[in-house]
C-alpha cells in the first residue's frame, strides 16, 4: 500500500466525519489564535513601551500558560470524543483488512491534516485579529494608536511548536487505546450498552463538603491581604466540589429518588428519573466543565470590568491632588507636630521656586491618626487596634472643625462633644461614638471632605471625625495613646498634610509625569536639606515619617487595569467558544441516545407528544444546571471578590454588584442563544429516520 | 369471535421528496379469531412490517378498515392511539426495543406504569409472569448484562403484562440462536394455550410451524394459507416448506382461489 493512499484515506476521513470534526477543527483554530495573539502581545514592543508595559508583559505571558494549560486540557476532552464516536468506523477498517498498523498510519495522516490546518488557519485569524487586539488593548490603556503591522515569527514559531506537541501526544494517546482494543471492541464500542451508572457515595459526599469549605472560606475570609491566598484555595475546592457533585452527586441523589417506590413508579417520573440518572453520569463531566467554565468568565470578566470602569473613580479619591505629602509623629508632642508643619511649608515653598511651578487646591490640616476596632457588645465604642488587614479594623482619622472649614469651604459649628462622620467603606449611622472611654454625638456627616489618597488606598475602611476644636482632637488623642501602650500597641500618630495640584508658570495644570517626578524629586531635596538644619533649628526629625506620593502612578494603574480588562475579555471568549463547543457535542450525543428512546418508548405506547415532552424536560433541565451552578458559585465568590478588589483600591461594592449582575444576564443570554443554535444539532440527530 | 379483522387494506409509500410510490401493500384481507396463534410469511419486501404495524396502529393504510375487538382503528382520535396500544396490544421485536437506562424488572413495568398502575399491584402481577419466562432471577439486571434470549423473553413479559388481547411479533425470534428461538416458540405456544391470541410475522420455518395457522404474503397481498389442523410441527414443517418451494417457483394457486376454497381447513 501506497502512502498516497493512506493520506487519501485520511482526507477522506475528515471529509466524511465532517459534522464531528468541524468543531473539533474550529476549537483547534479557536484555542490557536488566542494563544498566538496573547502571545505576540506578550512580545509587542509598542506594549512594552507604554509605561506600565513591563507589569502588563508578566500578565500577558501568565495568560499564555493559561491559555496553553487549557488547551492541552480541552483538546484532550474533545479528541476523546471524536475517537469515541470513531472507533466503529476504525473497527470496520480493521475487519475489511487494515491492519492496526495501517490504522495508525491512517490516524497520523489525519493528526497531521488537523495540526496544519488548525495551525495554519489560526495562525492567520491570530494575525489579522492581532492587529485588532493590539489596538484595543493600546485604547483600553490609555494610550495611543500607531498602524504598523508587525509579525512575530517567534511567535508563529512558538504556537506551532506547542500544538504540535499537543496533537502529537493526542496521536500517541489514541494509537495506544486503539492497539489495547480488540476489533470486536471497536466495531460495537459506540453501540456498546450504557453501563448502570452506580451511586459513589463517597465521592458524592466528598463534593458536597468540598464544595461547602469553598464557599465557607469565600464567605469567611475578612482580611483583603489573605483573600488572593484563600481564593486560591476555595477555587479548587469548589472545582474539585462541581465535577463530583455533579457527576456522582447527582447519581446518588437520583437513585436515592429511585428507591422510593410511590415516587419512582409515578408516570411522570419513572422515566425522566432513570433517564437523568444516565444522562447526568454520562454528561455530569461534561456539565461541570460547561459550568466550571462558565463561573470563571464571570468571575473574571466582573473582577477586571469593575476595576477598569472602577479605575475612574477610584484615581479620584486615591489621588485628590496631584501630590500628597505628610510628616507623620508617632509619639511626640502638639510642639513638634506644629513645628513639622511649619517645615513642610518652607521645604513645599522652596521646592515650588525651584522648579517654577505654583501650588493650587492647596489642602493642608492636620489630624490624629489611628487604627482602630469597634467593640464586640458595643458597636459605637472603638479601642484600640493594631492594623491586621482585618477588615474589623478601621483606620480612624481626626481632624478639627476649623481645618475642615477652611479647606473645604464650609461652615459648620459645633459643640464640644459634638462630632461629624465620614466614612470610606462603612458608612456610620449611629448617632453616639466613643473612643476610649469618650462618648460623643455625632451630629451629621461630614459632606465634602476629601480623605487622604493613602487613605482611599489602604485596603481597611476608614473613618474621618471631626471635632470641636484642637482641645477634644488631642484628648481623643491622649485617650487612645494610653490604651495602644498599655496593650503595647503601635501608638497613634499626629499627622501634618498637605495636598496640591501643580500649575506651571502660565497658569496650566501640569499634565506631564516626568514634571510631576521631578517636582517630587526635588521635594525631596529640600526635605532632606532642612533635615540637615537649612531653616536652623532642627526639628526632632528622629520621631518623625515623611512621605510623599504623587499621581503619576494614577497613568500605570489605568494601564494595568485596561490590561486586565483585556485579557480577561479575549479568555472569556475563549472560554465562552469552549463551553459552546462542549455544549455542542452534549447536543449530538445526546440527540443519537434519545433518538432510540424516542423509538422505544413510541412502541409501548407513548404518544408521540408525551415522548416529547418528557425528553424536552430533561433536556431543559440538564441545560440548566451548569447556568444555576455558575450563578450560585458566583454569588458565593462575591464577597471574596469585593475584598480582593480592595487590593487594587477599588472598594466600591455597589458598582461589583452592578457589574456581576449585569455580566451574568448577559452570560446567560450569551447561553441560551448557543443553546438554541446546538440544539439544532440535537434535533437534527433525533428527527433523522 | 373474530378479534381482529383486516379488510382489504392497502398501503403505498410516497418518499420523502415526493418521488416514487411504493406500493408495499395492495389488497390484504384476513381476520383472526379469539386465541388464535397466526404466523405471517413471506419474502423479504413483500410488506409484512408494513402489515404489522398498521395492526399496531403506528402507521395508518391509505385504504381498507381494521377492527380490533370491533373498533376500527381508523376512528381512535390521534390522542388516545397511544392509550389504546397500551391497554390492547403487546409488541415483541426483532431486536428486542429494551431502554437500556431500564432494569429488566423496569422495561416490563413501562406500559403499567405509563397506563398509572400503583407499584403493588404491578409487583403483584409480574411475579407468575417473570416465574412462568423463567426470568426471576434477573429481574434486577440491565439488558446489556443479559443473553438475547433473556431480552426477548423480558420483552414477551413486558407484552403480556397488560393482558392485551392480541400480541404482535415482527421476526420474534430472528436475533435469537436456534435454542433461544426454540424456548421462545415454546414460550408463545404456552401463553397461546392459556387463550393468548398471538400474530407473528416470522422467516423461520420452524417458527412458523408451531402456529396454528400460517399466512402467506406476496406482491402485497394474502396469497396462501395453511391450518396446522391436528398435525404435528414436523407436518406442518413439511408443508410451510412445500408451499414456499411452490411460491417461489412462481406457484400457479391464486390467492382468491385458495382462500375462497376455505384453504386447506381439514
Ligand atoms: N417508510 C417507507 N417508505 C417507503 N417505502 C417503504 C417504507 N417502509 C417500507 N417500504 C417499502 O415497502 C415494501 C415492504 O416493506 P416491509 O418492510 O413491509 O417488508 P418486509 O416484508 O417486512 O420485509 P423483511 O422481511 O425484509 O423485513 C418494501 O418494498 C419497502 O422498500
Ligand atoms: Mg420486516
Known amino acids: 500500500m501506497t502512502r498516497g493512499l493512506f493520506a487519501k484515506l485520511a482526507s477522506a476521513n475528515i471529509r466524511k466525519n465532517r459534522k464531528i470534526y468541524a468543531p473539533y477543527i474550529f476549537a483547534c483554530v479557536g484555542v490557536v489564535m488566542m494563544f498566538y495573539l496573547i502571545c505576540s502581545l506578550s512580545y509587542d514592543p509598542d506594549i512594552l513601551d507604554f509605561y506600565c508595559g513591563g507589569s502588563l508583559m508578566v500578565i500577558l505571558r501568565l495568560g499564555c500558560i493559561v491559555v496553553g494549560i487549557f488547551a492541552v486540557i480541552f483538546l484532550f476532552y474533545t479528541s476523546s470524543f471524536l475517537m469515541k464516536r470513531r472507533k466503529t468506523e476504525l473497527g470496520l477498517y480493521n475487519v475489511l483488512g487494515l491492519g492496526k498498523g495501517h490504522i495508525a498510519k491512517v490516524l497520523a495522516w489525519e493528526t497531521l491534516m488537523v495540526w496544519g490546518e488548525s495551525v495554519v488557519l489560526g495562525l492567520i485569524s491570530g494575525m489579522i485579529f492581532g492587529k485588532l487586539a493590539q489596538v484595543c488593548l493600546l485604547r483600553m490603556m490609555g494610550g495611543g494608536v500607531n498602524y504598523n503591522f508587525s509579525i512575530s515569527a517567534k511567535t508563529m514559531v512558538i504556537t506551532a511548536a506547542l500544538f504540535a506537541g499537543i496533537f502529537g501526544v493526542i496521536y500517541i494517546k489514541n494509537v495506544i487505546e486503539i492497539y489495547r482494543m480488540k476489533t470486536i471492541d471497536l466495531l460495537y464500542s459506540a453501540k456498546q450498552g450504557e453501563k448502570k451508572p452506580r451511586a459513589n457515595y463517597v465521592l458524592a459526599i466528598a463534593g458536597v463538603i468540598m464544595l461547602g469549605a469553598g464557599y465557607y472560606i469565600a464567605l469567611a475570609v475578612k482580611n483583603p491581604l489573605e483573600a488572593i491566598t484563600f481564593f486560591f484555595f476555595a477555587v479548587i475546592l469548589v472545582i474539585a466540589g462541581t465535577y463530583s457533585c455533579m457527576i456522582s452527586g447527582s447519581v446518588a441523589l437520583l437513585s436515592a429518588l429511585k428507591k422510593n417506590k410511590t415516587y419512582y413508579y409515578k408516570t411522570n417520573h419513572f422515566i425522566s428519573t432513570s433517564a437523568m440518572m444516565f444522562r447526568m453520569k454520562k454528561h455530569g463531566a461534561g456539565l461541570a466543565s460547561i459550568c466550571i467554565l462558565a463561573t470563571m468568565v464571570l468571575v473574571m470578566i466582573s473582577s477586571t470590568a469593575c476595576l477598569y470602569i472602577g479605575a475612574d473613580k477610584a484615581m479620584e479619591i486615591n489621588y485628590p491632588r496631584d501630590m500628597e505629602m505628610q510628616y507623620a509623629a508617632y509619639g511626640t508632642d502638639r510642639a513638634t507636630l506644629d513645628a513639622s508643619a511649619l517645615d513642610l511649608n518652607r521645604v513645599i515653598t522652596r521646592a515650588m521656586n525651584d522648579e517654577d511651578v505654583r501650588t493650587a487646591g492647596d489642602i493642608e490640616y492636620s489630624l490624629c491618626s489611628l487604627y482602630a476596632k469597634p467593640d464586640a457588645t458595643d458597636e459605637t465604642a472603638f479601642s484600640c487596634a493594631a492594623f491586621s488587614g482585618d477588615t474589623s479594623v478601621i483606620s480612624v482619622s481626626v481632624v478639627t472643625v476649623d481645618d475642615y472649614n477652611k479647606n473645604f469651604g464650609k461652615n459648620a459649628v459645633l459643640a464640644n462633644d459634638e462630632v461629624l462622620v465620614y466614612g470610606k467603606g462603612v458608612s456610620y449611622d449611629e448617632s453616639v461614638i466613643s473612643f476610649g472611654g469618650m462618648k460623643l454625638k455625632v451630629a451629621g456627616e461630614a459632606e465634602g471632605l476629601v480623605i487622604r489618597g493613602a487613605d482611599a488606598a489602604d485596603i481597611s475602611d476608614c473613618l474621618y471625625i471631626v471635632t470641636a476644636d484642637e482641645d477634644v482632637l488631642l484628648k481623643i488623642y491622649d485617650a487612645m495613646e494610653k490604651e495602644a501602650t498599655a496593650k503595647n500597641y503601635p501608638r497613634p500618630g499626629l499627622v501634618a498634610y498637605r495636598a496640591f495640584d501643580l500649575m506651571s508658570d502660565d497658569g496650566l495644570r501640569v499634565q506631564d509625569n516626568d514634571k510631576l517626578n521631578r517636582v517630587q524629586d526635588a521635594i525631596y531635596t529640600v526635605q532632606s536639606e532642612s533635615y540637615n538644619g537649612a531653616f536652623g533649628k532642627p526639628v526632632k526629625y528622629d520621631s518623625l515619617n515623611f512621605s510623599i506620593r504623587n499621581r503619576n502612578a494614577a497613568g500605570e494603574i489605568y494601564g494595568l487595569y485596561g490590561g486586565l480588562f483585556f485579557l480577561g475579555i479575549l479568555l472569556s471568549i475563549l472560554f465562552m467558544g469552549a463551553a459552546v463547543i462542549i455544549m455542542y457535542y452534549k447536543q449530538v450525543i445526546e440527540g443519537y441516545d434519545d433518538k432510540e428512546r424516542f423509538d422505544i418508548m413510541q412502541k409501548v405506547g407513548m404518544s408521540l407528544g408525551e415522548v416529547k415532552k418528557t425528553i424536552n424536560s430533561q433536556v431543559l433541565t440538564v441545560f440548566f444546571i451548569p447556568l444555576l451552578g455558575a450563578g450560585v458559585h458566583m454569588a458565593f465568590a462575591f464577597p471574596i471578590i469585593a475584598l480582593m478588589l480592595r487590593v487594587f483600591m477599588i472598594s466600591d461594592i455597589s458598582l461589583l454588584a452592578i457589574i456581576t449582575v449585569g455580566a451574568f444576564i448577559a452570560f446567560a443570554l450569551f447561553y441560551i442563544v448557543s443553546y438554541l443554535i446546538t440544539s439544532r444539532a440535537y434535533y437534527k440527530v433525533v428527527a433523522a429516520e | ?266
Request: hydrophobic residues 40%; negative net charge; without cysteine.
Open chain 2, 1 to 266: 369471535m373474530a378479534i381482529l379483522e383486516v379488510k382489504n387494506v392497502k398501503k403505498i409509500y410516497t418518499t420523502r421528496f415526493g418521488g416514487a410510490k411504493v406500493q408495499a401493500l395492495s389488497n390484504v384481507s384476513f381476520s383472526v379469531e379469539d386465541g388464535e396463534f397466526v404466523a405471517i410469511m413471506g419474502e423479504s419486501g413483500s410488506g409484512k412490517t408494513t402489515l404489522l404495524n398498521i395492526l399496531a396502529s403506528l402507521d395508518k393504510p391509505t385504504s381498507g378498515e381494521v377492527t380490533l375487538k370491533g373498533m376500527n382503528l381508523s376512528h381512535i382520535r390521534e390522542k388516545d392511539i397511544a392509550a389504546f396500544r397500551r391497554d390492547h396490544l403487546g409488541f415483541v421485536f426483532q431486536d428486542f426495543n429494551l431502554m437500556d437506562n431500564f432494569s429488566v424488572m423496569d422495561n416490563i413495568f413501562l406500559p403499567l406504569v405509563l397506563s398509572g398502575k400503583k407499584y403493588p399491584e404491578m409487583s403483584q402481577r409480574i411475579k407468575p409472569i417473570a416465574a412462568s419466562l423463567g426470568i426471576s432471577e434477573i429481574l434486577q439486571k440491565y439488558p446489556y448484562e443479559i443473553s438475547g434470549g433473556q431480552k426477548q423473553r423480558t420483552a414477551v413479559a413486558r407484552a403480556v403484562i397488560t393482558n392485551p388481547e392480541l400480541i404482535l411479533a415482527d421476526e420474534p425470534t430472528g436475533a435469537l440462536d436456534s435454542k433461544s428461538a426454540d424456548e421462545l416458540l415454546d414460550i408463545f405456544r404456552e401463553i397461546n394455550e392459556s387463550g393468548q391470541t398471538i400474530l407473528m410475522v416470522t422467516h423461520s420455518i420452524k417458527a412458523a410451524s408451531k402456529a396454528g395457522r400460517v399466512l402467506f404474503i406476496k406482491d402485497g397481498e394474502v396469497f396462501h394459507q395453511l391450518y396446522r389442523g391436528a398435525g404435528t410441527d414436523e407436518e406442518m414443517f413439511q408443508r410451510i416448506s412445500d408451499t414456499l418451494t411452490m411460491l417461489q417457483a412462481g406457484g400457479n394457486m391464486q390467492a382468491g382461489g385458495e382462500i375462497k376454497a376455505g384453504g386447506e381447513r381439514q
